[in-house]
């Protein structure tokens, strides 16, 4: 799989350039250029028939090459009581005593809003100092699942979550975009679930 875009959304303090992000960094786009389709084939290929994949499934390299460098997948870090419980994170991992998070966006476009919303607030309430998140480019968005949230359809809101910088003194927010190595008609569909109405 390529990175075609890596944005800064938040980038506050010394931590945005220390070792341990740029760390973190790396191992994320390890894990991203190791997302593969089919599974096992070492690139990734899609089927270009028109919303015809699915996104839950091309992730799972992602995570287990993540596992790989001790990050804990569906968990959350500690939060305080009276903040809003949002849903696992998809991956987490602790560094010099750090939390940094990673999300892979696998839902629609106002499911990106909540996934950002819910990155923003753990860098507000101080959980994590460092959080990743994944969306396709609007290449890929093409050949997936209808209204799944990608890049282009987030980049107007970028001064909204870019303004909560000034509430923070050391975080980092960054969005990935990704898209396929290459199309190819032969390749089967990515498999899409089922959740209520959702086809993912």
């Known amino acids: 799989m390529k990175i075609v875009e890596a944005v800064d959304i938040i980038s ?35 089927n270009p028939k028109r919303k015809g994949n699915g996104v839950k499934p091309i992730k799972t390299p992602c995570i287990s ?28 991992v602790v560094r010099d005593g ?46 997936l699942t209808d209204r799944v949230g990608n890049m282009e359809e987030l980049r107007a809101y970028f001064p909204l979550w870019s303004a909560a910088s000034a509430k923070v003194e050391e975080a980092v927010l960054r969005i990935y975009a990704v898209e396929q190595d290459a199309i190819d008609e032969k390749v089967r569909l990515i498999p899409k679930g089922t959740d209520g109405r959702a086809r993912r």
């Open 65 to 92: 090459q993540l596992e790989k460098h001790c990050w804990r997948v569906e968990a959350l870090p500690p939060l305080a009581s009276n903040v809003l419980r949002p849903g696992d994170l998809d991956a987490l």
């Open 12 to 46: 506050a303090g010394d931590f945005a350039r220390s070792e341990t992000w740029e760390s973190a960094c790396l191992e994320v786009e390890e894990a991203l250029r190791c997302t593969d389709w089919p599974h096992g084939s070492g690139s990734f290929v899609i």
């Open 98 to 143: 750090h939390y940094i998070a990673f999300e892979w966006e696998t839902g629609n476009i106002a499911s990106s809003h909540r996934a950002l919303n819910k990155l923003v607030l753990g860098l507000i309430h101080r959980a994590i100092i460092g959080c990743f998140l994944v969306v396709p480019s609007r290449a890929m968005y093409t050949y």
